[in-house]
């Protein structure tokens, strides 16, 4: 079956670097994404990547993705108190849907 | 910008009750979705929608309906509330895009069932 899987929280120094990890199950997935949740709201797009990259950077985001490993990686630079939030990680299992299969989420809280 | 909108932030039901969460959103999208959001669950898809009408159940459907009258909107119904439905629960939509399309998120209802 499907499953995505994420630690539950990472605590990170304000200026530092944040890793967030993600493992997947479906080999068949087309697209990979990372969505961040802000205190009190829904989640909001930050980046996805097409299965048949290896990185993609998009200013202080870089999304790394291992296809033999099924393992998604979000690094997001100079981290600020304002990347405090939940980050999940979907997966999209197949062209003929858009359903999305989300992870567990991982909290992210920045400490100055 | 895309919207979509939730009826209620908050709502407080009690056990047994009929409940309705009332999505809405303006972009003339063909999906939509909802979810339940629980800690250390992440988000499980309850009901997605793909057309007028049209419905699928997704990964938790127990205890839920759906209706989709019009493209715009998007219900979700709990028949006879239970405690075990007190959640998060987050709709959203998305263009069809073989896969590829951003899913668009509400706010959110914080259902509370007593």
């Known amino acids: 079956g499907e499953d995505v899987e994420q630690s539950l929280f990472l605590s990170v120094r304000e200026g530092d670097s944040s890793v967030i990890n993600c493992t997947y199950t479906?080999?068949?997935?087309?697209?990979l994404y990372w969505y961040k949740q802000e205190p009190g709201a829904g989640l909001q797009l930050l980046t996805y990547i097409f299965s048949n990259m290896d990185m993609k950077q998009d200013q202080r985001l870089t999304v790394l993705l291992n296809k033999k490993d099924k393992h998604l990686s979000l690094r997001i630079a100079d981290t600020q108190t304002g990347d405090s939030a939940i980050y999940f990680c979907a997966e999209s299992p197949s062209y003929n849907t858009d359903k999305l299969i989300f992870g567990t989420g991982t909290r992210l809280q920045v400490f100055p | 910008d895309v919207k979509v909108t939730q009826s209620s932030r908050y709502l407080v039901k009690r056990t047994g009750e009929k409940v309705f969460l009332e999505c809405v959103q303006d972009?003339?999208?063909?999906?939509m979705f909802w979810y339940r959001q629980d800690p250390g669950l992440g988000l499980r898809l309850i009901y997605f929608?793909?057309?007028?009408?049209?419905?699928e159940k997704g990964d938790i459907p127990e205890g839920y309906s759906v209706s989709r009258e019009k493209k715009e909107r998007f219900s979700l119904i709990l028949e006879s509330a239970s405690t075990n439905q007190t959640s998060m629960y987050l709709c959203?939509?998305?263009?069809?895009?073989?896969?590829?399309?951003?899913?668009?998120f509400g706010p959110g209802t914080r259902l509370t069932v007593t």
């Open positions: 479906d080999s068949s997935s087309t697209y």
């Open positions: 972009m003339d999208h063909e999906n």
């Open positions: 959203a939509s998305s263009l069809w895009d073989r896969g590829r399309g951003e899913q668009y």
């Open positions: 929608s793909y057309d007028v009408k049209m419905k």
